[in-house]
């Protein structure tokens, strides 16, 4: 029971002393704006959120390298001619978020600390760290396997944050893969929308 601790001669040591445990020349409206408020807070404040949700504001970002090697489904490697053979892991890059950009990154992995792994929370996440890009959404690809969808270019960190920051949730077992494809710049037929295809000679064809 809490009345057991009202004559504690900690807690009222500590109470007696509070205010010198405060520098009281500091109003307190700057602390909670600078640290306490995550939609205000800035520098050390945001690395204390961050912290507390479990997201660093430093991204290791893969070396821009690529190799010989055969088609595989994927654009990985490079036809004879045109890329070096694989001879080491890649190198990264460290990336340090700004504020701004580290803030959302917080907002987003508090969010996807208490969701559920499914499309909707996962796409409304997807929403959160890419405000105003483009159209962005998980696939369910069937067989254990999910994809996440950019009808947009990704930034070298934002693919960071999307392949290794941890804040898109995944179930457990679940294959996931990245597709970029910028929208409308890809030829196709008046079947995908009329926004989302563009003609002969306007549009290139899609290779994954």
Known sequence: ????????????TLVSNLEAYFDLSVPIESFYKLVFNVDTAQG???????AIVGVDR??????DVDNFGFYDGTNDYKPFGSAPFYQAPLATTTYTLADDAYRILILAKALSNVSATTPKAINQLLQNLFPDRGRCYVNDLGNMQMRYTFEFYLEPYEEAIVKTSGVLPKTSGVSV???????????????MGTHDSAPFGQGTFYTE
Do not use: C, T
């Open 1 to 12: 029971m809490i009345v057991q601790y009202l004559n504690s001669p900690r807690i009222k």
């Open 44 to 50: 050390f404040g945001l690395d204390i959120w961050g």
């Open 58 to 63: 430093d991204l290791q970002v893969a070396g």
């Open 177 to 191: 893969s990245v597709l970029q494809v910028e929208v409308p710049y890809v030829f196709g037929f008046s079947e």
